[in-house]
């Protein structure tokens, strides 16, 4: 290939994106710079957008613009009494998508041990006050199977041991290990539909 900087730059970028190896990463550009107005020109302008103002919600950690209210915790149209606690934002749009659970979100950003996080940095006292300001009856813990995903999970529990919410976790057809954003639809109904209360383990 011929050197040229900016395609070399370019596709260092893409292939540090989920999934992409060099080789995709290069297919790629090709089919970006053979078609530069077509999909160059709005994809550049819309990734400036997104840069300067999409940022997650201090709150609940969804995505939201900088220029509106958060359409996850500041949800005036429909008043849930549930809560779905998910690691990320791509667990979030998986269940989203599989229209399975009804209520809000609340992303942690990670676990506890995982990229460095520790305790104070997941939007764990956040949870604790949304719980209280929106009268929630329930929380789901639908953090993943890995160990990281599991000490969160009890971690969390601990924390609200003395709020009188119910806490439920995901049924354990979840495989071990395995992560929310990569589980099938019927996986996630079955996880959801036989979720179990942590409550009396509480006590």
């Known amino acids: 290939m011929q050197n ?5 730059e370019l596709i260092k970028l893409i292939s540090k994106l989920p999934g992409l190896g060099p080789k995709s990463a290069k297919r790629i550009v090709l089919k970006l710079i053979n078609n530069r107005d077509e999909l160059v020109k709005p994809m550049a302008s819309i990734l400036a957008k997104v840069y300067k103002n999409v940022v997650r919600c201090n709150s609940c950690g969804a995505l939201k613009s900088i220029s509106n209210g958060c359409t996850n915790c500041e949800n005036t149209k429909n008043k849930y009494d549930k809560i779905c606690v998910v690691e990320d934002i791509a667990d979030q749009w998986s269940i989203e998508n599989s229209n399975i659970f009804q209520g809000y979100f609340h992303i942690l ?57 119910k806490i439920t976790k995901l049924a354990q057809g979840l495989p071990v290990g395995g992560e929310i954003e990569s589980l099938d ?6 996880a959801f539909k036989n979720r179990t209360s942590l409550n009396s383990e509480s006590n």
Request: hydrophobic share 30%.
């Open 4 to 8: 040229i900087s900016e395609i070399e």
């Open 109 to 165: 950003g990670g676990t506890i041990s995982s990229a460095g996080h520790k305790k104070e940095d997941l939007l764990i006292n956040s949870l604790v006050e949304r719980i209280n300001k929106d009268k929630i009856e329930e929380v789901i813990l639908a953090t993943s199977s890995t160990v990281e995903g599991q000490t969160t999970a009890y971690y969390i529990q601990e924390k609200l041991r003395n709020t009188k919410v």
């Open 185 to 190: 639809d019927g996986t996630l109904f079955s």
